[in-house]
C-alpha cells in the first residue's frame, strides 16, 4: 500500500516515517505514520501519535478526513499522512490511507434511532453503579480495564468516558464507581464517578 501511494505522489522509493513527499501542494510536507491517539468529534480533531518518537503527536483536523467520507477517526486507528509543522506542531495536511483493523470504532446507531448520542443510548441498557478499581490504563492507546468490585471480572473503560465524567488522571488500584453495559465482547462501563 505504502510504495502504491507514495508512488502516486511522485514516484519515490523512500520507505520509513518522516519521508519528504515531492508533488504536494506543500513542499515542507513529510510522510508520517501512526496511531490515532484520540479525536474528539464535537471540537474537530485529534492527535494521531507518530511511530517515529521523536517526531510527537500530529494534529489532524477534520477537514482532511472528508476525501475519506469520514468526520472523524477512531483511537487505535492507523494513519498514513503528510504533515507539515505549524505554529503548534506538527499538522496532517493530507489523509493517505486509514487502517481500522486495530481501532475502537464506536457502537452504530440503529437508523431511525433519536440523535441523542451512543453513550445516552448505552446508559439506558447500563446496570446500577458498583464498585469497581482501576486494572490499568493507557491514555496514548485510549483505554483500559477496570475490576469489578463483586468478582474481578475485566471491563472496558474508554477515555472518552472518563472525560465526560471530568476524570483527567486515573491509577492502577484507584477506587471508583461505574454503571456497567453487558455487550458481546465483554463488559463497558458507560458512566464513571469517583466513589463518595
Known amino acids: 500500500m ?3 501511494v ?10 520509513g516515517t518522516g519521508g519528504n513527499a515531492p508533488g ?7 510522510l508520517y505514520t501512526g496511531v490515532v491517539k484520540w479525536f474528539d ?9 507518530a ?8 494534529l489532524v483536523h477534520f477537514s482532511v478526513l472528508r476525501p475519506h467520507g469520514r468526520r472523524s477517526v477512531p483511537e487505535g486507528a492507523r494513519i498514513e499522512c503528510l504533515a507539515s509543522v505549524r505554529d503548534r506542531g506538527l499538522q496532517a495536511s493530507e489523509i493517505l490511507s486509514i487502517d481500522l483493523t ?8 440503529p437508523r431511525g434511532e433519536a440523535a441523542r448520542g451512543d453513550a445516552a443510548a448505552l446508559i439506558e441498557q447500563a446496570g446500577p453503579f458498583e464498585p469497581v478499581t482501576v486494572k490499568w490504563f493507557n491514555r496514548l492507546k485510549g483505554y483500559g480495564f477496570l475490576l469489578r468490585g463483586n468478582d474481578d471480572s475485566d471491563v472496558f473503560v474508554h477515555i472518552e468516558t472518563l472525560r465526560r465524567a471530568g476524570i483527567e488522571e486515573i491509577e492502577p ?3 471508583f464507581r461505574a454503571r456497567i453495559v453487558e455487550r458481546d465482547k465483554g463488559p463497558l462501563a458507560v458512566i464513571v464517578e469517583y466513589e463518595d
Open 173 to 175: 488500584g484507584q477506587a
Open 51 to 58: 511511530d517515529d518518537a521523536s517526531v510527537g503527536d500530529i
Open 41 to 49: 468529534m464535537t471540537r474537530g480533531f485529534g492527535f494521531v501519535v
Open 102 to 109: 486495530d481501532a475502537i470504532e464506536p457502537p452504530i446507531r
Open 24 to 30: 504536494t501542494a506543500d513542499p515542507s510536507a513529510r
Open 6 to 15: 507514495i508512488s502516486a505522489l511522485g514516484g519515490t522509493e523512500q520507505e
Open 2 to 4: 505504502r510504495n502504491e
